[in-house]
């Protein structure tokens, strides 16, 4: 998919955990990771930046996430670990979780498209598509932005101002 449809399937992906972040009553991490979901959600396609490195490779696979997830959940540690334990386990965790999910929801867009993703890589070289629309559909890439503003939207609708 393209940047739209990859920034509407961020969203659609974070809402939950926006919930669940707001629901605690994280107000602060909550509007944080969906900021960072839209920040990271490109990211896997900049493997078309990088000499030796094939689009829709390394940096479209389950492994990618999980390194991803690694180090924003690393660096939340860090962040926390100055103030105390229990800090650095939340930031932590949120980190690692909207890292992981940031990635998963571009791999989630791009599964969509003929072209499809080997997500299981190393494991694996296969490749899944769900066939459904092309990257450059138009329609489609707005689909997916209008879902995930709509999925944001009910979000902070039900979710009461303290």
């Not at 961020?10 to 602060?28: E, I, K, Q, S």
């Not at 498209?113 to 299981?120: K, M, R």
């Not at 598509?129 to 990257?135: E, I, N, S, V, W």
């Given at each position: 998919m393209y940047r739209?449809?990859?920034?509407?399937?961020?969203?659609?992906?974070?809402?939950?955990?926006?919930?669940?972040?707001?629901?605690?009553?994280?107000?602060?991490l909550a509007v944080l990771g969906g900021a960072l979901s839209l920040g990271l959600v490109p990211v896997p396609d900049y493997d078309q930046r990088l000499p030796l490195v094939s689009h829709r490779g390394i940096t479209h696979t389950f492994l990618f996430a999980g390194v991803v997830g690694g180090v924003l959940g690393g660096l939340g540690w860090a962040v926390g670990a100055s103030t105390d334990a229990r800090s650095a386990m939340l930031l932590g965790a949120f980190g690692a979780l909207v890292g992981t999910t940031s990635v998963l929801a571009h791999l989630l867009a791009d599964i969509i498209?003929?072209?499809?993703?080997?997500?299981?890589w190393p494991l694996s070289?296969?490749?899944?598509?769900?066939?459904?629309?092309?990257?450059d559909n138009t329609l489609a890439n707005y689909l997916l932005l209008g879902l995930g503003v709509l999925a944001v939207t009910a979000v902070a609708a039900v979710t009461p101002i303290r």
């Open positions: 739209l449809g990859h920034y509407g399937t961020a969203l659609l992906v974070y809402a939950p955990l926006g919930l669940g972040l707001l629901v605690a009553d994280l107000p602060d498209t003929p072209a499809g993703i080997a997500p299981l070289g296969r490749t899944y598509t769900l066939d459904l629309a092309r990257a």
